[in-house]
């Protein structure tokens, strides 16, 4: 199974992400969506999972949870928006990835068996940080990660 994940997209959804995202199988939005239309274009392409950041404000936002956990084949997938409000203990909770936005830094560490990932922010550009997400593919258990940057 092949998800695209992104977050912080401020509202703006680039086509360069749209085009990327086309052929995925689930899409999970890390917060700070800017506005509803977002999850509406998204959900075009996929079904799509998401979480409220710190800036999505209003009734739309308000239908949000904070944070999710999502299974998808044999691996759970929790998503926030700022990995510093975790309040769980992923290999408790036998978490296969943490899912979170809000630096805009985009990475994938693994941690204690864990995979930590931050897709980045496909919104507007902050400060000298790069326009990316990431591809999470899922076989059974085994979540695999990619980074893609986008080229805009």
Same mark, same amino acid.
């Given at each position: 199974?092949?998800?695209?994940? =992104?977050?912080?997209?401020?509202?703006?959804?680039?086509?360069?992400?749209?085009?990327?995202?086309?052929?995925?199988?689930? #899409?999970?939005?890390?917060?700070?969506?800017?506005?509803?239309?977002?999850?509406?274009? !998204?959900?075009? =392409?996929?079904?799509?999972? @998401?979480?409220?950041?710190?800036?999505?404000?209003?009734?739309?936002?308000?239908?949000?949870?904070?944070?999710?956990? !999502?299974?998808?084949?044999?691996?759970?997938? *929790?998503?926030?928006?700022?990995?510093?409000?975790? @309040?769980?203990?992923?290999?408790?909770? @036998?978490? @296969?990835?943490?899912?979170?936005?809000?630096?805009?830094?985009?990475?994938? =560490?693994?941690?204690?068996?864990?995979?930590?990932?931050?897709? %980045?922010? #496909?919104?507007?550009?902050?400060?000298?940080?790069?326009?990316?997400?990431?591809?999470?593919?899922?076989? %059974?258990?085994?979540?695999?990660?990619? =980074?893609? *940057? !986008?080229?805009?």
């Amino acid at each position: 199974m092949r998800i695209g994940l =992104i977050s912080d997209t401020h509202g703006l959804l680039r086509p360069e992400a749209l085009a990327f995202l086309r052929g995925c199988d689930r #899409i999970v939005h890390g917060g700070d969506i800017g506005r509803a239309e977002i999850l509406e274009q !998204l959900a075009g =392409i996929a079904p799509v999972t @998401a979480v409220r950041g710190n800036n999505d404000r209003g009734a739309w936002a308000r239908a949000l949870p904070e944070t999710t956990t !999502l299974t998808v084949e044999d691996a759970r997938l *929790y998503v926030l928006h700022d990995v510093k409000a975790l @309040a769980v203990d992923p290999r408790r909770a @036998a978490l @296969a990835a943490v899912i979170a936005g809000h630096s805009h830094k985009p990475a994938a =560490i693994d941690r204690d068996g864990v995979l930590f990932l931050n897709p %980045g922010s #496909i919104g507007p550009r902050r400060f000298t940080l790069p326009i990316a997400m990431a591809l999470l593919t899922v076989r %059974g258990a085994v979540v695999r990660a990619r =980074i893609v *940057y !986008l080229d805009v």
